[in-house]
Nanobody, 119 residues
C-alpha cells in the first residue's frame, strides 16, 4: 500500500523558515515525479514545486521560486520542501503528491501538514 506521510508543519513568524518532509513507502518511486501542493482556506489547491525522483530536476511555481527548495533523499525515500522567508500568504495545508513520469494527473496524495505564518 502506497503511503505519503507529510510532517514538519507548524506555526512560524513571517520571515522564518520551515522544512517539510514527505516520507514515501509502498512501492519504488524511481519512475515518479514528486511534488508539493498547498491549499489555503477558501482557495483551490495550487502547485508549489516538483522534483523528478530519477534525475533530481526541479520546477517551481512563481510564488515559490527563490524562497523554497525541493529536494529528495533517495536512501530515505523522502522528499523535502525547505521554505525560507515565509510570508503570511504562505499559510496553507501543504500536500505531498506523486505521479508516474510523463502521465497526466497525480496518483498518490498525502494527508497534508498545516503551515501557519503569523505577521
Amino acid at each position: 500500500q502506497v503511503q505519503l506521510v507529510e510532517s514538519g508543519g507548524g506555526l512560524v513568524q513571517a520571515g522564518g523558515s520551515l522544512r517539510l518532509s514527505c516520507a514515501a513507502s509502498g512501492r519504488t518511486f524511481s519512475s515518479y515525479v514528486m511534488a508539493w501542493f498547498r491549499q489555503a482556506p477558501g482557495k483551490e489547491r495550487e502547485f508549489v514545486a516538483r522534483i523528478s525522483w530519477s534525475d533530481g530536476s526541479t520546477y517551481y511555481a512563481g510564488s515559490a521560486k527563490g524562497r523554497f527548495t525541493i529536494s529528495r533523499d533517495n536512501a530515505k525515500n523522502t522528499v523535502y520542501l525547505q521554505m525560507n522567508s515565509l510570508k503570511p500568504e504562505d499559510t496553507a495545508v501543504y500536500y505531498c503528491a506523486a505521479a508516474l513520469t510523463n502521465t497526466p494527473g497525480w496518483d498518490y496524495w498525502g494527508q497534508g501538514t498545516q503551515v501557519i505564518v503569523s505577521s
